[in-house]
Each structure stands twice: as structure tokens, then as C-alpha cells.
């Protein structure tokens, strides 16, 4: 009866605590879009190399999440492999996102808000060792995941490469301030 009552004990605990699910690194994705003031843009992948979520009563309360810099593709279908490889290298360097020395960026969702249609966190996002509150909306799928769409500035982040807020006569080499990531992230069970 005590062991019985023990374990009890112990489930009530992990419960109320909060229980860790780990990111499933093979089923979450990222995709990322960003667009030329004039004329087309540029899309890709980056993939995540670790994350986990913290459940409270079996409802969503934070996580973290980091992604791998290092993995940064691009994907544009009108783009051969050389033309692709050139831009890869361009991102990853100093100009954009100085993968050499922040070979990763991480989201840490601090508050967690259940809606309708699954959560709507608050957390902080570092990209380029610059942190900045970011909100996310991560709606359930089909699935057991979660989308979400998320815009942001990369100025706030020391990224002014091209960008029309910083530098002026750029004609159609400027690039939007703003960026586009899309996300879907999945728990193991």
C-alpha cells in the first residue's frame, strides 16, 4: 500500500510540476522567405538542433528551442547549384547572419496562453547573440504540432545588409527590413 501511495505521490508531483517533451528534430521544420524591395526574393531551410516543450497539466507552458545556422540552404527553384551556393555563403557570413561566430539562434517562450486554436507565447528571440521579445502563434495541426508564422526585423538584429532604413540609393538591390520564418514544430511521445 506505501509503494502504491508512493508512486501516486510521485505522478501527482510530475503533474503539477510540468512535465519536458523534446522537440522531434526528423518531424519539425523551418522554412524561411525574405523579399527584394523591388523585383523577387529568396526562400530556404534552416533546421533546428534541439528544442523542448514544458507541459503543466497537460497544456503547453514554455519551451526553447535552438536552431542549427550552420544548416541555412536555399531553395529558390529558379536558382542553379553555384548561384545557390554563392548566396548560402553570403547569408552565413558577416554581412547577414556571422555563422562563424552565432553558429546558432534560439526562441525561449517565456508566457504561454492558451486560444482557440492552440497557444499565443511571448518569449524572447537571439539571433546574432541580439535578444528581442518576439510573439508567436503556434496553432495545433492535424497532427500532434504545431504552425506558426512569424515576421521579423532583421535591423533589430544588427542585419542592415541592403536595407533602405539604413542606407540610401540602393535601387533594386534593396532588401525588405522584414523577413518571414515558417515553422512547424513537433514533441516526441
Known amino acids: ?110 508566457t504561454v496562453t492558451k486560444t482557440q486554436a492552440g497557444y499565443k507565447a511571448e518569449g524572447d528571440l537571439t539571433i546574432k547573440g541580439i535578444t528581442k521579445p518576439v510573439t508567436v502563434e503556434l496553432l495545433r495541426t492535424a497532427v500532434e504540432g504545431f504552425a506558426s508564422t512569424v515576421v521579423i526585423n532583421r535591423t533589430q538584429y544588427d542585419i542592415k545588409y541592403g536595407s533602405g532604413s539604413f542606407f540610401s540609393n540602393l535601387g533594386d538591390k534593396a532588401i525588405e527590413d522584414n523577413f518571414t520564418i515558417h515553422t512547424f514544430v513537433m514533441p516526441t511521445f
Open 1 to 110: 500500500m506505501r509503494k502504491i501511495l508512493s508512486i501516486i505521490a510521485l505522478f501527482v508531483a510530475a503533474v503539477a510540476m510540468g512535465q519536458v517533451k523534446k522537440l522531434h528534430l526528423q518531424a519539425s521544420n523551418l522554412q524561411w522567405e525574405a523579399k527584394k524591395v523591388v523585383g523577387a526574393g529568396h526562400k530556404g531551410t534552416l533546421t533546428f538542433s534541439s528544442g523542448e516543450f514544458t507541459y503543466k497539466n497537460n497544456e503547453l507552458v514554455g519551451g526553447s528551442f535552438v536552431v542549427d545556422m550552420n544548416t541555412l540552404t536555399v531553395t529558390d527553384e529558379d536558382m542553379d547549384a553555384k548561384g545557390k551556393a554563392k548566396l548560402e555563403g553570403h547569408l552565413k557570413s558577416d554581412d547577414f547572419f556571422a555563422v562563424k561566430k552565432f553558429p546558432t539562434a534560439t526562441l525561449k517562450l517565456k
